[in-house]
């Protein structure tokens, strides 16, 4: 049994995909970050960063104590060994899928966050880092066509480099990107989205969060955060 702590997000949406794909039974224990439940000191014991996606393994492999790990590409990548799936076995395809996991969590993930953050969230609209972002964003969608042009998947086949990097495309349009740009992204894009397990994942984060705008008092929970919320002995 895992033990997913979290909310609707495109981090979060990497774990749910994964699971989905592969069966494995899990539990959701939501975390809803707008109301700052991820300063609870119980959910800081298992992710100290405050952050969501986390997990508690229950049952790893080999036996003996729980195995309890945040951050979502760590998070990706162990249940891929546990499970043996969505990462190949052999050195060099293993090598092909880390290399766009860690593109995806040094790359795609933070420019397209501070692309919304500046677009959709920050109370005054810079031109500068909205265009900065924006820009980004399609750069880092041009790398992701351009890789697209000769194979189906980032790596191949589909692995856990495609879950990553699907959940942070999914709000295009609020990043100010036009997917006929970019047509070879555009069809794995659908092509991912058609999955069961996709459409799964994304029905289960309808139910525990159904989309709506942020509130002020979220902004300030998710936006305001210093040095000061994290507790020290």
């Not at 970019?182 to 994942?201: D, G, M, Q, S, V």
């Not at 002020?216 to 998710?222: C, F, H």
């Amino acid at each position: 049994m895992i033990d997913l702590y979290y909310w609707t997000t495109p981090n979060g949406h990497k774990i749910t995909l994964f699971l989905e794909e592969t069966g494995l039974e899990y539990r959701i224990h939501p975390v809803n970050i707008g109301k700052g439940e991820q300063f609870a000191p119980d959910f800081l014991k298992i992710a100290p960063n405050n952050r969501i996606p986390a997990i508690v393994d229950r049952a790893p492999a080999g036996g003996g104590a729980p195995v309890s790990l945040f951050e979502s590409g760590a998070i990706l990548l162990y249940l891929a060994e546990k499970t043996g799936k969505l990462i190949p076995p052999d050195l060099h395809g293993r090598a092909e899928v880390l290399q766009w996991l860690f593109w995806q969590m040094g790359g795609l993930g933070p420019m397209a966050g501070q692309n919304h953050h500046f677009s959709q969230y920050a109370p005054e609209k810079l031109p500068y880092a909205i265009e900065r972002y924006t820009k980004e964003t399609a750069r880092l969608y041009a790398v992701m066509n351009k890789r697209l042009a000769d194979r189906e998947y980032l790596a191949g086949e589909y692995s856990i480099a495609d879950i990553a990097s699907y959940p942070w495309v999914v709000p295009y349009a609020a990043q100010g990107q036009n997917l006929d740009d970019f047509p070879h992204l555009k069809r794995w894009f659908n092509a991912i989205a058609a999955r069961p397990a996709t459409e799964r994942a994304y029905a289960k984060a309808q139910q525990i969060n159904p989309t709506k705008p942020l509130s002020d008092d979220e902004k300030k929970v998710l936006f305001g955060q210093g040095a000061e919320v994290v507790k020290r002995d």
